[in-house]
């Protein structure tokens, strides 16, 4: 490979972990054998080291079962790729970076400027001190700004050195001192937290195999890649690991992208899945809300073919039998539809690749009120303020089969496709929630718009009766999920798709609400398991167990007196 070709194959590997994609194949081989970087200082094409030394890693039997180059074709064709990279001038070289740490400086400057959230600055921080990194690494110099001499960094000077709990950069270590706390974000759990974090989760388990579905796991990181471009606005919350010679990795995000790949790797085509596990976001912490940055999920998921929105009433029937179970008072199921939203965003003049961005921006109404909302459609999407006022019209619209039926025969969506398709799913399903007897509780919302990528279909939240938004002690959603009919193509080498349809439980904002519940209540659990042994006389059981066990009669007779 010639040196020049080095920077796009650096750049490619920056974003994967293998020259196709996120598994190794026989192209891995074929350029690892003519990329010569030997010659170039250690300190750059620092992907390209990277993956040439893991590579290196798998014995010359493992590198004949990586897949053919044809089938990693299917994914991504190095030879166009590296060709495309080249083209575009996608090269890691110091002008773009010094560029890039220019523009993250002054986005820094403006946000203490607007005395933006301290989880904020300090997270554009953490970007400038890796691009700061990134520049020496390629250059081998620190970077500096125009006409200014280099300093050495020194952590003692240096006022944007952060804390690895994420805290003020101002704020200095105390020394000689070692503060006990958890990272933000999370927390530990008592024997009696524990006792209530049991029952909850037995609960829900027990009603996943009401439904007949097995339980799987999954790594607690994936690579990168997989995760990448399934969570739209939200991508920005991904806990990435630092780089240790290997695989680019993340943290998961969620359950729902890791049950994909999972299917998609098994080439499974039916499959009713429960998982209960960790995920992880670096999301700003709410606790008294239930909003941790590492927290528990239990998943629901259904994949496969299915008759039409049976499988999403059997989702919304679960919902509500979960949540009755756990009696923690009334509650709504808000639903709504993408093609719903897609058509309505197509009828009142929105462009096509606006479609996720605004929806994103709509996602955000169950925590904030419609004028914030339209303002961040004008300002910062750039949506002409008639098209936002028209959008408002319909998103502040709630209700059951009336509203279904009125938006059929509305002159704006009458036309579209897209929201008739959806109305049309919306109607069968609350014919199958009023059979499966789950209809009470279920709200068409025009306003729910759930603000993952991912989502195709029919869409849904569960919100707790316990609290307006925004009280103390609220904590919004407590379930929600819907179908994502294209995920598992995303990840198939042969784009197969498979029906997907799901819903997910947050354990900490339930079991914030159910602690506070049992508090209020006086309520106590046991922290340990008791057995009891009741022994009849008249069967000699007693005089057997005191025989053999001399030092029971002495525990027997303490219980006794005690009881």
Not at 138 to 165: A, F, L, R, V, Y
Request: some cysteine; glycine content about 8%; proline content about 4%.
């Amino acid at each position: 490979m010639v040196c020049k070709e080095l920077p796009a194959l650096d750049a490619h590997l920056s974003q994967f972990s293998y020259v196709g994609g996120f598994q190794p194949s026989q192209a891995d081989i074929n350029v690892l054998s003519s990329a010569v970087v030997s010659s170039s200082p250690p300190h750059t094409y620092m992907n390209v080291r990277r993956w040439a030394k893991h590579i290196s890693t798998f014995s010359a039997q493992e590198r004949q079962a990586f897949n053919p180059i044809s089938q990693a074709e299917s994914e991504y064709k190095m030879d166009e790729q590296l060709s495309q990279l080249i083209q575009n001038n996608l090269k890691v070289d110091g002008g773009s970076l010094s560029e890039k740490i220019k523009t993250k400086g002054d986005e820094i400057r403006k946000l203490k400027s607007q005395k933006a959230e301290k989880d904020l600055i300090t997270s554009a921080v953490n970007d400038l001190l890796a691009l700061k990194k990134e520049f020496k690494e390629t250059t081998g110099n620190d970077w500096k700004p125009d006409n200014q001499p280099s300093k050495k960094s020194n952590p003692q000077e240096d006022g944007s050195k952060i804390n690895c709990e994420g805290g003020d950069p101002k704020v200095p270590k105390k020394s000689g001192k070692l503060i006990l706390k958890t990272p933000k974000g999370t927390r530990d759990y008592n024997p009696q937290e524990m006792s209530i974090r049991r029952a909850v989760f037995k609960t829900i388990t027990d009603v996943f195999h009401m439904h007949g579905a097995v339980e799987i796991e999954t790594p607690v990181f994936e690579l990168k890649e997989i995760l990448t471009g399934k969570y739209g606005e939200d991508s920005k919350l991904i806990y990435d690991l630092e780089d240790q010679g290997g695989e680019i990795l993340s943290m998961r995000y969620d359950l729902t992208v890791p049950f994909a790949r999972y299917v998609a790797m098994n080439k499974i085509t039916n499959i009713k899945r429960y998982h209960v596990a960790r995920v992880y976001r670096r999301d700003n912490p709410a606790m008294t809300r239930g909003r941790y940055r590492e927290f528990y999920q239990c998943d629901f998921d259904i994949a496969g073919l299915y008759d039409p929105m049976l499988p999403d009433a059997e989702c919304v029937q679960l919902v509500n039998q979960v949540l009755s179970k756990l009696d923690l008072g009334d509650f709504t199921v808000k639903v709504n539809h993408r093609k719903i939203l897609d058509g309505l965003f197509g009828a009142c003049g929105v462009p096509a690749d606006k479609f996720r961005t605004i929806c994103s921006a709509v996602d955000k109404l169950d925590k904030s009120p419609w004028e914030e909302v339209r303002k961040e459609m004008v300002d910062e999407k750039g949506l002409n303020p008639d098209v936002a006022d028209l959008i408002g019209g319909y998103v502040k619209l709630s209700g059951r089969e009336e509203l279904i039926e009125k938006l059929q025969v509305d002159e704006r969506l009458k036309e579209s496709k897209d929201a008739q398709a959806g109305l049309k799913d919306m109607s069968l399903l609350f014919e199958y929630c009023k059979l499966l007897n789950c209809h009470e509780n279920l709200v068409f919302d025009m306003g729910l718009a759930r603000g993952l990528d991912y989502y195709t279909g029919v869409i849904y939240e569960a919100i707790l009766q316990t609290g307006q938004v925004g009280e103390e002690g609220s904590v919004g959603s407590v379930a929600g999920g819907g179908r994502y009919d294209n995920l598992v193509g995303m990840f198939d080498p042969k784009k197969k798709t498979i029906p997907c349809v799901g819903v997910s439980f947050g354990i900490e904002r339930l079991f914030a609400v159910y602690e506070r519940k049992w508090k209020n209540q006086d309520v106590k659990m046991r922290e340990v398991t008791v057995i009891v042994f009741i022994c009849l006389n008249m069967k000699k059981v007693l005089c057997g167990l005191q025989e053999h066990c001399p030092r029971l009669q002495a525990k027997l007779r303490f219980c006794d007196t005690k009881s």
